[in-house]
């Protein structure tokens, strides 16, 4: 029972508290994701790049935004404080939390881990959820933004089985991490290759990371190859459970910053949302709307018996001439003086820079990598390029919903616009909305893309069809869209035209690329369509070899 409450204080206090005995360890731990507590300059450098946004300033002006907004105010950090305070519960050691416990196998022992099952049922009791398979979403949901993980599997999910989870320590949460650099998860990859251990042998895409990153990181490769080796030594000095504990979180760390192929990374901030939440009047951009406010004190209405009542003048058109003159003088003070302090601060915006070119140059490499493969001008494509070889096998191969090729698979994972792109994609993804009964979702998308390209004398029939099909009180295939988009839509069906649909339209689509596609890639129908065209390319493969032979 001690070393299970061990191991528990252990997985709650993080690498900082478990090694306070050693200062080299706790200083390898800071190390992890390049920060140190010896450099302040650093980190003040480090907190005043997180607290503002990387958008220029004259669109942030555009949008009444902030560009000195908190990052504490963004989405992200609204949901980690909220995902935290749950998990806060479920570690409760008066008993109320997760049963944690250490389990014994036949020739090793298995530290402070929980089951699928116990997660679920303590939601279902303690949250008031009702329904079992909402419980198994929202544990789904947490384990996504890495605040427990499986301890066997890169993928951050959850299944109401026996599997064993365990919780990441706060040192490695979300809302405590930037985003980390490649040059960080370089010595992560370079530790792993060093230790002949099974359980930290790379992944087939983390062979390939490691792979690009070292050719991208070549001029300081000796570097990083020194400072996994220094990892490792502090390692070798902890206790072989604490050890064990550290691997596994660290490991679920990065699966959150670099997920595997098929995964979402659910760090990255949505910019709409951000721009929506950060709104405000601050005070150095209220010039571009408002007028400057004077405390003037109030004057009293002029009397007959007043000495400057008699100088006042009397006329209407007197009043209003002066009045013009006085509002003229004032404008023309504002104006003058708005333009100065645009001036002066549009200078100071420009000492500064928002976007890192090393970073744009990083994510122009990585999209041209990803789309290498199937660019057929680049790499061959099998069995022939039409273009070249004026044969169309591989435009008819295509073209056939039998046998689809596992690189064609592979790239459903992409995006949600290459799934819909894909005829044999979209009729794969439309069963599966079938299933989740959710198909009215896509079906209401294709209706609203075809009434773009409609004729001018169908638009309004169109109009009225999808009306009554989808939003109308008794439609017979009802979607799910808010107040805001419907009283929108209402409005334009007064003048009904091929756009009338296009906030709805567009808000399905978000739903559909927020929720339904990512449970797509989730799901066994994807897995098993990309585990079946694996194995046709495997059987293709030894198939030519026994030809050749």
């Known amino acids: ?111 402070s881990v929980f089951t699928g099952t116990d997660l679920i049922q303590w939601i279902v ?42 919780f990441q320590t706060p040192y490695y949460w979300p809302s405590n991490n930037a985003e980390p650099e490649n040059t960080d998860y370089a010595v992560y990859l370079c530790k792993r290759t060093m230790q002949n251990k099974t359980r930290l042998e790379l992944a087939d895409y983390e062979a390939e990371n490691l792979a690009k990153l070292q050719k991208l990181l070549s001029k300081k490769w000796e570097l990083i190859y020194m400072q996994a080796e220094a990892q490792i030594k502090v390692d070798k000095k902890r206790d072989k459970m604490e050890r064990k504990i550290l691997d596994s979180q660290e490991r679920a760390f990065w699966d959150v910053y670099r997920p595997t192929p098929g995964c979402v990374n659910t760090t990255e901030e ?35 018996h007043s000495p400057l009542y008699s100088s006042q003048p009397t006329t209407s058109s007197q009043i209003n001439t002066n009045f013009n003159q006085k509002l003229c003088e004032q404008d023309e003070v504002t104006t003058l003086e708005n333009l100065r302090k645009e001036k002066d601060f549009l200078k100071r915006r420009l000492e500064r820079r928002y976007v890192k070119v090393s970073r744009v140059s990083e994510n122009y490499t990585n999209y041209f990598d990803q789309y290498t493969e199937f660019d057929p001008f680049i790499t061959p494509a099998d069995p022939s390029n039409p273009w070249i070889s004026e044969s169309t096998e591989l435009w008819d191969m295509e073209k056939s919903p039998k046998d689809i090729p596992q690189r064609r698979v592979r790239r459903w994972g992409f995006s949600i616009y290459e799934l819909l792109k894909d005829p044999c994609g979209r009729e794969m993804f439309r069963r599966f909305l079938e299933r989740e009964f959710s198909s009215e979702n896509l079906r209401f998308y294709e209706v609203c893309t075809e009434l773009r390209y409609a004729t001018n004398k169908d638009i309004v029939a169109k109009v009225e069809d999808i009306y009554n099909e989808f939003l109308a ?61 694996k194995k046709k390319v495997i059987i293709v493969f030894f198939f030519s070899i026994h030809l050749r032979f």
């Open 270 to 304: 949505d910019i709409r949302k951000t721009m929506r939440m950060r709104r405000t009047d601050h005070p150095n951009l209220g010039f571009f709307r408002s007028k400057p406010k004077t405390n003037k004190p109030a004057q009293s209405p002029l009397l007959p």
């Open 1 to 111: 029972m001690s070393s299970n409450r061990l191991n528990q204080n252990t997985l709650r206090s993080g690498p900082n508290q478990t090694t306070a005995a050693n200062p080299d360890s706790i200083k390898l731990t800071q190390t992890k994701l390049g920060s140190t507590n010896n450099s302040s300059s650093n980190l003040d450098s480090q907190s005043s790049l997180i607290n503002t946004i990387s958008v220029p300033a004259p669109l942030l002006y555009l949008n009444g935004i902030s560009p000195w907004a908190s990052i504490d105010e963004t989405p992200n950090k609204l949901l980690y404080k909220k995902i935290e305070v749950i998990i806060e519960k479920m570690q409760d050691d008066s008993g109320s939390g997760v049963t944690i416990r250490t389990v014994k196998s036949f020739m090793s022992k298995i530290p």
């Open 125 to 166: 009791r303690k949250l008031d959820v009702e329904d079992t398979i909402e419980a198994l979403h929202f544990a789904h949901l947490i384990s996504s933004h890495g605040y427990l993980f499986p301890i066997d599997d890169h993928i951050l999910t959850v299944k109401n089985d026996g599997t064993f989870y365990r």
């Open 473 to 533: 009180p008794v439609a017979s295939c009802p979607i799910n869209i808010d107040s805001r988009v419907m009283a929108i839509t209402k409005t334009k069906m007064e003048n009904p035209d091929r756009y009338t649909y296009d906030e709805a339209r567009e808000h399905i689509f978000n739903l559909m690329t927020r929720d339904s596609y990512n449970r797509f890639l989730r799901s066994d129908t994807y897995r098993d369509c990309l585990a079946s065209a």
